[in-house]
């Protein structure tokens, strides 16, 4: 039985539903991460009754953060979703079980039929999803098409037009560049051809700006980043696995390089700059400061400070601060190389 209340705790609305342990590394911490289902079989209602994050939910995720941040993945999905990737939106909610405090976590949106539905304008009969490299929605030409996409862009020539035009009609290249760019930039060395990496697209075109029937990316836990401000993340992604950079497949297409540095070039301007993220995570802060701590020391260090946050939340910051210069060097040398 679930009772939801607004921040000045006035009690919003009651239902029961159905809870289930979200995750693999959730289940052997002591927080753990927890998915919400509304279903008729619990309740009279198949969706939550008021909505947390967008409209007609059928299911939440209640995330809790890997560090000591613990807004930062969140965070993060957020910068991604201003290029207009699309990304899972969030609203922090301190949660208690049995009347026990059980800290703060981010309750996220989930990628499924409702969702790209509401975001993407895409129906569920016409949706097609992979998520690590299965398909999650979709018939038995999903995943038939998505690898004989990745089998055309690894191996066929991107310099010859007919090639590159008949790539370019099944993946938005510009969300692609965009994606990778927020890969490089924020450091995630945690994914790979098959881990972490979320994409999608509607079987036919027609659906609005979305539905035009190419694959996307849509971004999908950023939680293991920004430990390395000088890391070249690059050459890890070109070690890790042939089918990870996906960029270095259109390196021979004529003006590709140009345009994959200028793209890096005009984020850390503007989206990645040091003034904005500083400046947002200022922000969230100011929202998550006083649970963050208490939740680190339910479940961490009982004795964790607001001065040991601080220097937490300061390292970060550093992270962003230092990242531009490294990162725009190791994509020129990859580009260089390569």
Same mark, same amino acid.
């Given at each position: 039985h679930m009772t939801a209340f607004d921040a000045g705790h006035k009690e919003l609305f009651s239902q029961d539903i159905g809870a289930r342990i979200s995750g693999e590394s959730t289940r052997y911490v002591y927080q753990k991460a927890l998915n919400l289902f509304a279903r008729d079989i619990y309740d009279d209602s198949k969706k939550f009754e008021k909505s947390f994050v967008c409209d007609n939910e059928k299911k939440v995720r209640l995330r809790k953060g890997d560090g000591r941040i613990i807004y930062q993945e969140p965070f993060i999905q957020s910068v991604i979703g201003e290029t207009g990737i699309p990304f899972q939106d969030s609203v922090p &909610? *301190?949660?208690?079980?049995?009347?026990?405090?059980? =800290?703060?976590?981010?309750?996220?949106?989930?990628?499924?039929?409702?969702?790209? $539905?509401?975001?993407? =304008?895409?129906?569920?009969?016409?949706?097609?999803?992979?998520?690590?490299?299965? *398909?999650?929605?979709?018939? !038995?030409?999903?995943? &038939?098409?998505?690898?004989?996409?990745?089998?055309?862009?690894?191996?066929?020539?991107?310099?010859?037009?007919?090639?590159?035009?008949?790539?370019?009609?099944q993946i938005d290249i510009d969300n692609m560049i965009d994606y990778y760019c927020m890969l490089l930039f924020f450091n995630n060395t945690d994914i790979n051809g098959g881990h972490n990496?979320?994409?999608?697209?509607?079987?036919?075109?027609?659906?609005? %700006?979305? =539905? #035009?029937?190419?694959?996307? +990316? $849509?971004? /999908? #836990? +950023?939680?293991?980043?920004?430990?390395?401000?000088? $890391?070249?993340? *690059?050459?890890? /992604?070109?070690?890790?696995?042939? @089918?990870? +950079?996906?960029?270095?497949?259109?390196?021979?297409?004529? =003006?590709? @390089?140009?345009? +994959?540095?200028n793209r890096m070039v005009e984020l850390t301007e503007n989206e990645l700059s040091y003034e904005h993220l500083s400046k947002k995570l200022s922000e969230w802060d100011k929202v998550y400061r006083e649970q963050n701590i208490e939740t680190v020391r339910r479940? &961490?260090?009982? %004795?964790?400070?607001?001065?040991?946050?601080? @220097? %937490?939340? $300061?390292?970060? %910051? !550093?992270?962003? @601060?230092?990242r531009k210069e490294n990162g725009l060097k190791m994509l020129e040398k990859d580009i260089k190389d390569n």
């Amino acid at each position: 039985h679930m009772t939801a209340f607004d921040a000045g705790h006035k009690e919003l609305f009651s239902q029961d539903i159905g809870a289930r342990i979200s995750g693999e590394s959730t289940r052997y911490v002591y927080q753990k991460a927890l998915n919400l289902f509304a279903r008729d079989i619990y309740d009279d209602s198949k969706k939550f009754e008021k909505s947390f994050v967008c409209d007609n939910e059928k299911k939440v995720r209640l995330r809790k953060g890997d560090g000591r941040i613990i807004y930062q993945e969140p965070f993060i999905q957020s910068v991604i979703g201003e290029t207009g990737i699309p990304f899972q939106d969030s609203v922090p &909610e *301190v949660v208690f079980i049995n009347g026990e405090y059980w =800290g703060i976590y981010n309750l996220r949106e989930q990628y499924d039929e409702n969702y790209f $539905a509401e975001h993407c =304008g895409i129906p569920k009969k016409m949706l097609w999803t992979e998520k690590n490299s299965a *398909v999650e929605c979709g018939d !038995s030409q999903t995943d &038939e098409n998505y690898k004989a996409l990745y089998d055309l862009m690894m191996n066929g020539d991107m310099s010859d037009d007919a090639v590159y035009s008949q790539v370019e009609s099944q993946i938005d290249i510009d969300n692609m560049i965009d994606y990778y760019c927020m890969l490089l930039f924020f450091n995630n060395t945690d994914i790979n051809g098959g881990h972490n990496r979320f994409m999608f697209r509607s079987k036919e075109p027609g659906y609005g %700006d979305y =539905g #035009d029937g190419k694959w996307r +990316f $849509a971004a /999908y #836990d +950023f939680d293991i980043t920004c430990e390395d401000a000088e $890391a070249d993340t *690059v050459s890890y /992604y070109r070690e890790l696995d042939e @089918k990870m +950079f996906m960029p270095g497949f259109f390196y021979e297409r004529p =003006g590709f @390089k140009e345009l +994959f540095y200028n793209r890096m070039v005009e984020l850390t301007e503007n989206e990645l700059s040091y003034e904005h993220l500083s400046k947002k995570l200022s922000e969230w802060d100011k929202v998550y400061r006083e649970q963050n701590i208490e939740t680190v020391r339910r479940f &961490e260090e009982d %004795d964790y400070s607001e001065e040991e946050y601080k @220097k %937490d939340l $300061a390292a970060l %910051d !550093s992270f962003f @601060k230092n990242r531009k210069e490294n990162g725009l060097k190791m994509l020129e040398k990859d580009i260089k190389d390569n």
